[in-house]
Nanobody, 129 residues
């Protein structure tokens, strides 16, 4: 059974950094592209970034481009999201999920949650001003 466990969230000040981890179990992560999503209070789920199975191709939402970096270590069955220059509007619960669709070549596909499966419980990020 495909499962993800997100971790690394917390409370950080404006301009701070965090590194989120997404640990996969029950399947070989190297066969899947992975996406990070977030959901702010009272809002819908928003796609943030995605990475292809090899880690060579990535894509980002405009709202985080240049600030967030997605990476992966297939040997550890883990995908990471480095959050830099955090803003209050980055406050949300962050989730990861997997897909076998080629999503990194299109920003619209990258952030389309319907293409993904295996959602975890999420990790909360709070940015204070």
């Amino acid at each position: 059974q495909m499962q993800f466990a997100e971790s690394g969230g917390g409370l950080v000040q404006l301009g701070g950094t965090l590194r989120l981890s997404c640990a996969a179990s029950g399947f070989a992560l190297e066969d899947y592209a992975v996406g990070w999503f977030r959901q702010a209070p009272g809002k819908g789920r928003e796609g943030v970034a995605c990475i292809d199975p090899t880690g060579e191709s990535t894509n980002y939402a405009e709202s985080v481009k240049g600030r967030f970096i997605i990476s992966r270590d297939n040997a550890k069955n883990t995908v990471y999201l480095q959050l830099n220059t955090l803003k209050p509007e980055d406050t949300a619960v962050y989730y990861c999920a997997a897909t076998q669709v080629i999503v990194t070549t299109s920003q619209s596909a990258c952030v389309q949650s319907l293409l993904y499966t295996g959602w975890g419980q999420g990790t909360r990020v709070t940015v204070s001003s």
